[in-house]
């Protein structure tokens, strides 16, 4: 039965990556990464924050993307472009209900070598930089892709991106007394054994103050 | 009668792992539910930024203890995308066996866990026993019993042993013999058909706009796989396809989720044997560790601006690695390292799933979607 063609999956991106890219605040563009035997198109959207919102209502409804892998948050306090960013990963799996015959459900069994156009299953990476501010925030889209609910929760919790729209916000992965903004994946925090050669000359860390003992959290 | 919460957990047998499960309930009937997790969240995503490439594999396979092969293979693949390594075929091979071994282990520790949950003890025994056979294998490959360590940034630690193909093949069909009795324990026992079927319905669609994949989506009728779809390693020369089950009218029940389990056991089984067959050099040559066939040479540092990221195909549904380059150490270590786990967002959906049951089914349900705490707290 095999797997899904090369070629045309990397047609469908490039198809998928020029009808995104006429859209308003989007650059798009396709990455061919490797790994394994077969070459792996990768739709790359850099999309402004004010837009957001429109097209991720666009990629639901008009391109069939219909499941959200993962929301990463980063810090970059010392990039000149940009001090956040979001990336999120979605997937195009093109999953529908199988259909019911006689009483009993007929399984779908797509033949993935065979398929092709809007049916071919795509991988999409969307990044969003977001400029120097102290409460950044974007679009929730939990609506819209129930699956972005706890990525959203999780992004918030660690990184302290917020999320404008999304209900029901709350600690998840730390306890949930933590003091309002903290949030340990922002780069101001510091592990105390962060230094890679230190770390065994001084395994106990007794000569060393921790490298964010005189920051104000 | 009045509605009123009860926590599940922390220390409940149900909840395989430490977090809770919050249940409104009227009466005995389930009429909301919250999950409350983070119980062992340990921070390996900032651990991971103060570590080089290599030493990130050894966090990576603690994330879950009981399929530890599949997450550091899902780590490595990212850390590969980024640093831009070609690795050798024969190395790829070997990865798929290690990682198709031990896709086997995990789902006999899940039919060894749920059966005592729904009141079959004896399956925990028998399928702890099979375990130990892959564990005897995965142990050959990787020199130690659930943490292995196995890949390497461009290959594998080493090759497989003399007489791992021999082994590997004697154990597998005595395994896929020994199959069928579970299946006749489970199959033809009554209370385990009367507590699984008919309960914990999920329709396709719905999980998959809820982000739920994997086995638990197969579940239900359709042939979704990352193996196939975003093909990666060497699945893509082998002759294979995803198991796939037909579901009830209202959906894939616990029972359905039990079946794929078992279907995609035969099927990795099948995987190794055809792997072990098609190896380049065949599988009973052997080639010293750091050889360029099973090992091929990486940088050791990404700039800056530079990413990579993988979807992986684990146990229990599609896991995902992102990593930007360009850390501490002028990119010896990633800046920031991302961790997608299906079961963190596979759990909310399976508490939504249990809405409108009676209490007594929640074990049923929960344990039917394979939780591993593990992985879900990171």
């Given at each position: 039965m095999g797997v899904v063609s090369e070629k045309a999956q990397l047609s469908a991106a490039e198809d998928f990556a020029s009808a995104l890219g006429k859209m308003e605040g989007v650059v798009s563009s396709v990455d061919k990464r490797s790994s394994g035997t077969q070459i792996r198109p990768v739709v790359n959207l850099i999309i402004s924050p004010i837009s957001w919102r429109n097209v991720a209502e666009s990629l639901r409804a008009?391109?069939?993307?219909?499941?959200?892998s993962m929301i990463t948050g980063i810090h970059?306090?010392?990039?000149?472009?940009?001090?956040w960013e979001v990336i999120y990963h979605f997937l195009r799996t093109g999953v529908k209900n199988p259909p019911i015959l006689d009483g009993v459900v007929q399984p779908i069994i797509t033949q993935p070598s065979k398929l092709k156009g809007a049916e071919m299953p795509l991988e999409i990476q969307i990044s969003i930089p977001l400029g120097e501010t102290r409460n950044p925030e974007v679009a929730s889209i939990q609506d819209i892709w129930v699956g972005a609910d706890w990525n959203e929760k999780e992004t918030w919790d660690l990184v302290g991106i917020d999320f404008v729209?999304?209900?029901?916000m709350r600690r998840v992965l730390q306890p949930h007394e933590t003091p309002k903004g903290y949030h340990p994946l922002q780069k101001q925090h510091k592990l105390r054994y962060h230094n890679f050669e230190e770390m065994y000359d001084d395994v106990q860390g007794f000569k060393r103050k921790p490298a964010d003992s005189e920051r104000i959290k | 009668m009045a509605e009123m919460w009860i926590s599940m957990g922390p220390q409940h047998p149900m909840t395989h792992g430490l977090w809770t499960l919050k249940v409104k309930v009227d009466g005995e009937t389930v009429v909301d539910t919250e999950p409350d997790l983070?119980?062992?969240?340990?921070?390996v995503e900032k651990i991971c930024e103060s570590r080089d490439f290599t030493q990130i594999t050894t966090y990576c396979d603690r994330l879950c203890y009981a399929s530890a092969n599949t997450w550091s293979h899902a780590y490595i693949y990212a850390a590969e995308d980024l640093l831009g390594v070609e690795v050798p075929e024969r190395a790829e091979y070997i990865r798929l066996v290690a990682v198709e071994l031990q896709r086997i282990a995990s789902h006999l520790m899940w039919l060894g866990a749920y059966g005592p949950d729904i009141g079959n003890l004896t399956v925990m025994v028998w399928c702890l026993r099979e375990r130990e056979m892959m564990m005897d294998l995965l142990q050959e490959l990787g020199g130690s019993r659930m943490h292995y360590n196995f890949p390497r940034v461009g290959g594998v630690k080493r090759d497989l042993p003399h007489g791992f193909a021999m082994r590997a093949r004697h154990k597998l069909s005595l395994f896929l013999d020994r199959i069928q009795e579970y299946e006749s324990l489970f199959d033809e026992s009554t209370i385990f058909l009367i507590r699984s079927q008919g309960v914990g319905y999920a329709k396709p669609e719905e999980m998959i706009n809820h982000g739920v994949s994997g086995p638990n989506l197969r579940a239900g009728g359709v042939n979704h796989d990352i193996r196939t779809s975003?093909?990666?390693?060497?699945?893509?020369?082998?002759?294979w396809s995803p198991a796939v089950e037909r579901s009830s009218i209202k959906g894939a029940d616990c029972y359905d989720r039990y079946r794929i389990r078992v279907e995609e056991m035969i099927q990795s089984a099948n995987l190794v044997l055809q792997a072990l067959d098609k190896m380049p050099g065949g599988a009973e040559t052997y080639h010293e560790p750091g050889d360029p066939k099973i090992l091929a040479k990486a940088p050791s540092r990404a700039p800056e601006g530079t990413s990579g990221s993988h979807h992986f195909e684990d146990s229990r549904g599609e896991s995902m690695f992102y990593i930007a380059g360009g850390g501490e150490g002028r990119g010896k270590m990633p800046y920031r390292v991302s961790i997608r786990s299906p079961i963190f967002i596979t759990i909310p959906y399976a508490s939504k799933c249990?809405?409108?049951?009676?209490?007594?089914d929640i074990p049923a349900i929960m344990g039917s979607f394979d939780p591993c705490i593990g992985e879900t707290d990171r």
């Amino acid at each position: 039965m095999g797997v899904v063609s090369e070629k045309a999956q990397l047609s469908a991106a490039e198809d998928f990556a020029s009808a995104l890219g006429k859209m308003e605040g989007v650059v798009s563009s396709v990455d061919k990464r490797s790994s394994g035997t077969q070459i792996r198109p990768v739709v790359n959207l850099i999309i402004s924050p004010i837009s957001w919102r429109n097209v991720a209502e666009s990629l639901r409804a008009d391109h069939g993307v219909d499941y959200c892998s993962m929301i990463t948050g980063i810090h970059w306090p010392d990039a000149d472009d940009k001090q956040w960013e979001v990336i999120y990963h979605f997937l195009r799996t093109g999953v529908k209900n199988p259909p019911i015959l006689d009483g009993v459900v007929q399984p779908i069994i797509t033949q993935p070598s065979k398929l092709k156009g809007a049916e071919m299953p795509l991988e999409i990476q969307i990044s969003i930089p977001l400029g120097e501010t102290r409460n950044p925030e974007v679009a929730s889209i939990q609506d819209i892709w129930v699956g972005a609910d706890w990525n959203e929760k999780e992004t918030w919790d660690l990184v302290g991106i917020d999320f404008v729209g999304h209900e029901g916000m709350r600690r998840v992965l730390q306890p949930h007394e933590t003091p309002k903004g903290y949030h340990p994946l922002q780069k101001q925090h510091k592990l105390r054994y962060h230094n890679f050669e230190e770390m065994y000359d001084d395994v106990q860390g007794f000569k060393r103050k921790p490298a964010d003992s005189e920051r104000i959290k | 009668m009045a509605e009123m919460w009860i926590s599940m957990g922390p220390q409940h047998p149900m909840t395989h792992g430490l977090w809770t499960l919050k249940v409104k309930v009227d009466g005995e009937t389930v009429v909301d539910t919250e999950p409350d997790l983070g119980y062992i969240h340990r921070g390996v995503e900032k651990i991971c930024e103060s570590r080089d490439f290599t030493q990130i594999t050894t966090y990576c396979d603690r994330l879950c203890y009981a399929s530890a092969n599949t997450w550091s293979h899902a780590y490595i693949y990212a850390a590969e995308d980024l640093l831009g390594v070609e690795v050798p075929e024969r190395a790829e091979y070997i990865r798929l066996v290690a990682v198709e071994l031990q896709r086997i282990a995990s789902h006999l520790m899940w039919l060894g866990a749920y059966g005592p949950d729904i009141g079959n003890l004896t399956v925990m025994v028998w399928c702890l026993r099979e375990r130990e056979m892959m564990m005897d294998l995965l142990q050959e490959l990787g020199g130690s019993r659930m943490h292995y360590n196995f890949p390497r940034v461009g290959g594998v630690k080493r090759d497989l042993p003399h007489g791992f193909a021999m082994r590997a093949r004697h154990k597998l069909s005595l395994f896929l013999d020994r199959i069928q009795e579970y299946e006749s324990l489970f199959d033809e026992s009554t209370i385990f058909l009367i507590r699984s079927q008919g309960v914990g319905y999920a329709k396709p669609e719905e999980m998959i706009n809820h982000g739920v994949s994997g086995p638990n989506l197969r579940a239900g009728g359709v042939n979704h796989d990352i193996r196939t779809s975003h093909p990666y390693s060497v699945y893509s020369e082998l002759d294979w396809s995803p198991a796939v089950e037909r579901s009830s009218i209202k959906g894939a029940d616990c029972y359905d989720r039990y079946r794929i389990r078992v279907e995609e056991m035969i099927q990795s089984a099948n995987l190794v044997l055809q792997a072990l067959d098609k190896m380049p050099g065949g599988a009973e040559t052997y080639h010293e560790p750091g050889d360029p066939k099973i090992l091929a040479k990486a940088p050791s540092r990404a700039p800056e601006g530079t990413s990579g990221s993988h979807h992986f195909e684990d146990s229990r549904g599609e896991s995902m690695f992102y990593i930007a380059g360009g850390g501490e150490g002028r990119g010896k270590m990633p800046y920031r390292v991302s961790i997608r786990s299906p079961i963190f967002i596979t759990i909310p959906y399976a508490s939504k799933c249990m809405i409108g049951y009676k209490v007594a089914d929640i074990p049923a349900i929960m344990g039917s979607f394979d939780p591993c705490i593990g992985e879900t707290d990171r």
